[in-house]
């Protein structure tokens, strides 16, 4: 999933804001992703942890526990736990999804094999729950565990969803609740948690991570039917090839006469796809209003993180999370 280059984007103003902390969570993501007896674990980790990815979910935590007044260390432990639970799942789901360009990169599964990169995800999962014990909050444990169990669990529930035609908005939104937004939530509320926040607040974060992560992976979603392979980090159209049931299919398909459903049908359920088929996906997208609908629930999910705010106190990064959340979705204009 990608964010674009572009200097002064909400998330850059975050990394200028947190970069001090940030500094602090890299040095402490290439102590802890060092192994002294399988070399291979770095390689693989450092290909990927050093990609150029935002590390918009560390910074998610940081800021979290910055805008609330948190002065201790533990926010850097929980950040860099957050990046290896997300870089985890990132080698695991290339290796499901047999994909082949990550961040605009060959994947790790390309450049090593599958064996590699499902082993040291898990080495990486083991790490972070290290870190993740080491600020002594049962309650900052159970928010992670969870977290990275229901990830897990939106994953699995995509294997099942992602071809069959019967999968409706319901299913779709509990797929990206667990394999996206579960990690923004928990990101965001053990910021709140270590800050020792009063329960409002960190409810209002957890609702600002959940909707956010929402409206990302909406956008990603919709992205992938419309965006530069600059932006995204991968392929135009590839969850059309990887016959993914994401939103702007599932609305085109609810408004689908016959043909059209017989033509889902055959690209999605049986995989038998054929040169221009993906131009008439998007052919039918467009005639149903299928790209329209789902930018407007992005947007919802927007507006839905930024009300979450006004629950927390008036700070500089405060205002940066609700130009987050605006961004996320602008990536789709």
Partial sequence: MGLDETAQKPHDRLGAHLAADMERVNELIRTRMASEHAPRIPEVTAHLVEAGGKRLRPMLTLAAARLLGYEGDHHIRLAATVEFIHTATLLHDDVVDESRQRRGRPTANLLWDNKSSVLVGDYLFARS??????????????????????????????LTAAQDLRTDEDIYLKVIRGKTA???SAATEVGGVIAGAPEEQVRALFTYGDALGVAFQIADDLLDYGGSSAVIGKNTGDDFRERKLTLPVIKAVARA????????????????????????????????????????EALAWADRAKAALDALPAHPLRDMLSDLADYVVARVN
Wanted: charged share 30%; net charge negative; aromatic share 6%.
């Fill in 129 to 158: 729950f290290q870190l993740m014990t080491e600020t002594g909050s049962i309650r900052v444990l159970d928010i992670l565990a969870n977290a990275s169990a229901t990830i897990a669990e939106g994953e699995v529930l995509q």
């Fill in 257 to 296: 006469d016959e043909a059209e459903r017989a033509f889902w049908r055959r690209v999605i359920e049986k995989g038998e796809q054929r040169e221009g088929d993906l131009d008439h996906a998007l052919a039918l997208m467009a005639r149903h209003g299928a790209m329209e609908a789902t930018r407007d």
């Fill in 182 to 184: 579960a990690l923004f």
